[in-house]
């Protein structure tokens, strides 16, 4: 099992490093035991905070209600929680439980 993600139940915890205001949104590796995640949005007014859920939500099959941030809101340090991923992106490499 890799370091940045861990199951709860159907409840996915996803550990990430963010970097906003990138040329694209897209998962780029590990950043120490961390998921490095770049999104085009400004980390201004929570602009990097909604465009992140809204990508984590389109990339794992949910809708954006069930992607939360549970810690790291205001730092590049996310703890995100997705409640019953239907999809698990490919270049991840995530186990199902």
């Known amino acids: 099992m890799s370091a940045f993600y861990r199951w709860q139940n159907k409840q996915l915890l996803l550990f990430c490093h963010l970097q906003p205001k990138a040329s694209k949104d897209e998962f780029c ?3 120490g035991d961390r998921l490095k995640i770049r999104i085009t949005a400004p980390p201004v007014d929570g602009k ?3 465009h992140l859920i809204r990508f984590i939500a389109k990339q794992f099959g949910v809708v954006k ?3 939360v941030i549970s810690s ?3 730092g590049r340090q996310k703890t995100l929680q997705i409640n019953q991923p239907t999809k698990l992106p490919h270049d991840l490499n995530i186990e199902k439980p």
Request: proline share 0%; aromatic share 0%.
């Open 29 to 31: 590796g590990q950043h």
């Open 48 to 50: 990097a905070n909604a």
């Open 65 to 67: 209600a069930n992607v």
């Open 72 to 74: 790291g809101e205001l």
